[in-house]
C-alpha cells in the first residue's frame, strides 16, 4: 500500500481544515458557558471561512489523491465553494433563531460542521465507497439535527428522516455492490473503462446504476423517493430545513452528476427515459401538491421537490457529448441560483416564526408590506426568482436549462418546465398578495445576521442575474469532460 504523499492531503485540504476544526470546536464548546454558545457559531463561522477561502485558492488546480479515490478539480471546486457559502448562510440563520426557540446548543453547530464535511466529501469522491461514506457523513448529522429541538414533531421528523435515510442508503450499497460484480472496481474511472467495453448489454451494470439514482433520488427529493420531505422540512427546526433543503440538495445532485458523468455515459441510453421520467414526474407532483399547502414550510417543502425536478432536466442528456457540458453546467448554474433564493425565503420565515409555532401559515404574512416593507419587497424577490420571473437569477437559470433540454433533444420537457413554471406561480405570488393585498398585523423578529442573509440574498438575486455570465462560465469551465 503506497503511503500518502503531500498531494494526497492538499487534495482534501479544505476538508481537512474543516474537520479537525469541528473536533476542536467539539471541546471547545465545552468551556463555553450555556446561554453563551453564540460564541460557538462564531468560532464555527470562522472554521468555515478559513476553509471556504482555501477552497477559493484551489482553483485551476487538478490533482488526485488517496490511490485515485479522491478527485481535486474545477469541479469539486466549485461545489466546495457553494457548499460553504452555504454554510455560512446557515449559520446566520441559526444564530438568533436558535436562542429564541430554545435550541441554543454548541452541538448544534458542531453537528452542522460534520455535515458539511460529508457534502464536500461527496463532491470529492472518485470512488463509489468514498460517495457512500461521504453520504453517511452527510446524513447521519441531519438525523440529530431534525430532532435537536426535542419537541415531538421534531423528534418524529429526526426518526422518519432516520429510517427512510437508512432505507436509501442500501440502495446505494446494494447498487456498489452490483456493480463491482460487473465490473470488478469501485473506482469511478475503471467503472467507465470496463463499461465502455461491454457497452450497453450488461444488465448487471444496469441495475447498478438504477439502484444508485434511487439512493440519490431520496437525497435530492425527487418523486417518488419525496414522502420524507414536506413531514420534515415542517418538522424540523427552520433553520435545519434552510441548511437541508440547500446543503443536501447540492451535495445530492453534485454526486449524482460525477457519478453518471464520469462511470456511466455508455449506458446513458438506458437510463434515459427513466431520468426524463423522474424529471417531469418530480415537477408536475411538488408544484401541484405544493398549489394545496396552507404551512409555508410545506409550501416550500413541496417547492424544493418541484425544483429538484428542474434540475434533473439538466442531467437528462448527459450522454450526448455535444450538449452534456452545456446541460450539468446549467444544473451547477441553477443549484447556485436555487441556493440564494432558498437561504433568502428561509430567512423571512423565521423572521415571522414564534417560539410556539405560530407564525407559519401563509396567511400570517397578510399586512407583512405595510408593516415592513423592505421584508416583503425581498420576499417578492425570492418568489419571483423561484417562479423564474424577470429580473431575478431563478429567470436565468431556468433559461439556461429550458435551452440545454431543447439542444438534447428533449423538447416535451422543457414544454413540462414552462407550463410548471406558470403553475408554481399561483402558490408563490399567493405569499405576495397576501403580503401586498390583505390587512393584518404580523410581528416579526429583528436579528441583525437575519436581516443581513435576507439582505445580501435579495440583492444577489438580482444584480446577479444582469450578469449571469461570470457565473454560467464558471459552472461551464468545472464540468467534467
Known amino acids: 500500500m503506497t503511503p500518502p ?4 492531503f492538499y487534495s482534501l485540504l479544505p476538508y481537512i481544515i474543516l474537520t479537525v476544526w469541528a473536533c476542536i470546536l467539539l471541546l471547545v464548546d465545552l468551556y463555553i458557558p450555556k446561554g453563551r454558545k453564540g460564541i460557538t457559531a462564531v468560532l464555527a463561522a470562522i472554521g468555515i471561512a478559513v476553509s ?16 485515485d479515490m479522491i478527485s481535486l478539480d474545477g469541479f469539486s471546486t466549485f461545489a466546495n465553494v457553494l457548499l460553504l457559502a452555504s454554510g455560512l448562510f446557515s449559520i ?54 431534525s430532532a435537536i429541538s426535542r419537541k415531538l414533531q421534531s423528534e418524529e421528523s429526526g426518526l422518519k428522516y432516520f429510517l427512510l435515510g437508512a432505507f436509501a442508503s442500501g440502495f446505494v450499497v446494494y447498487g456498489t455492490a452490483l456493480i463491482f460484480g460487473a465490473t470488478g472496481s469501485t473506482n469511478l474511472s475503471v467503472i467507465f473503462t470496463q463499461a465502455a467495453s461491454v457497452g450497453t448489454s450488461n444488465l448487471l451494470l444496469t441495475i447498478g446504476a438504477a439502484l444508485l439514482l434511487v439512493g ?23 433553520s435545519v430545513t434552510a441548511f437541508m433543503a440547500a446543503g443536501a440538495k447540492i451535495a445530492g445532485f453534485v454526486a449524482l452528476f460525477r457519478v453518471f458523468a464520469t462511470a456511466f455515459p455508455s449506458i446513458a441510453s ?3 427515459d427513466i431520468l426524463w421520467a423522474l424529471s417531469a414526474l418530480t415537477m408536475i407532483v411538488g408544484n401541484l401538491i405544493a398549489i ?14 418541484a425544483h429538484a425536478g428542474y434540475v434533473l432536466m439538466a442531467f437528462v442528456p448527459y450522454g450526448n457529448e455535444t450538449v452534456s457540458a452545456t446541460a450539468v453546467a446549467a444544473g451547477l448554474f441553477y443549484l447556485a441560483a436555487y441556493a440564494l433564493s432558498n437561504f433568502g425565503s428561509w430567512a423571512v420565515v423565521i423572521a415571522l416564526e414564534k417560539s410556539e409555532g405560530r407564525g407559519l401559515g401563509i396567511d400570517d404574512y397578510a399586512g407583512l408590506a405595510k408593516k415592513y416593507p423592505a421584508l416583503a419587497l425581498c420576499m417578492t424577490v425570492f418568489m419571483l426568482s423561484l417562479i423564474g420571473f424577470p429580473p431575478t437569477l431563478g429567470m436565468v437559470g431556468k433559461f439556461y436549462l429550458f435551452r ?3 439542444a438534447g433533444g428533449f423538447t416535451g420537457l422543457a414544454l413540462i418546465g414552462v407550463i410548471t413554471s406558470l403553475i408554481s406561480a399561483y402558490y408563490y405570488l399567493r405569499v405576495v398578495v397576501n403580503m401586498y393585498m390583505k390587512e393584518g398585523d404580523p410581528d416579526v423578529e429583528r436579528e441583525p445576521w437575519l436581516g443581513l442573509t435576507t439582505s445580501v440574498t435579495a440583492i444577489a438575486t438580482v444584480v446577479v ?7 454560467f462560465l464558471l459552472a461551464y469551465t468545472a464540468v467534467l469532460r
Open 92 to 145: 446566520a440563520l441559526a444564530y438568533g433563531y436558535t436562542k429564541r426557540m430554545g435550541i441554543e446548543r454548541g452541538e448544534y453547530y458542531t453537528l452542522l460542521l460534520f455535515s458539511l464535511t460529508g457534502m464536500m466529501l461527496m463532491a470529492q469522491a472518485s470512488d463509489l465507497i468514498i460517495v457512500f461514506l461521504a453520504l453517511e457523513l452527510l446524513s447521519i448529522p441531519l438525523y440529530v439535527l
Open 292 to 305: 394545496s399547502q396552507t404551512n409555508i414550510k410545506r409550501m416550500l417543502a413541496y417547492s424544493a421537490i
Open 5 to 8: 504523499t503531500f498531494f494526497d
Open 216 to 238: 440519490f433520488g431520496f437525497k435530492v427529493a425527487a418523486v417518488p423517493f419525496h414522502m420524507w420531505t414536506p413531514d420534515v422540512y415542517q418538522g424540523a427546526p427552520t
Open 270 to 272: 438506458n437510463l434515459t
Open 52 to 67: 471556504l477561502g482555501y477552497s477559493i485558492t484551489q482553483t485551476g488546480i487538478e490533482a488526485r489523491g488517496f490511490t
Open 404 to 406: 440545454s433540454a431543447i
Open 465 to 471: 442575474s444582469f450578469v449571469p455570465q461570470f457565473l
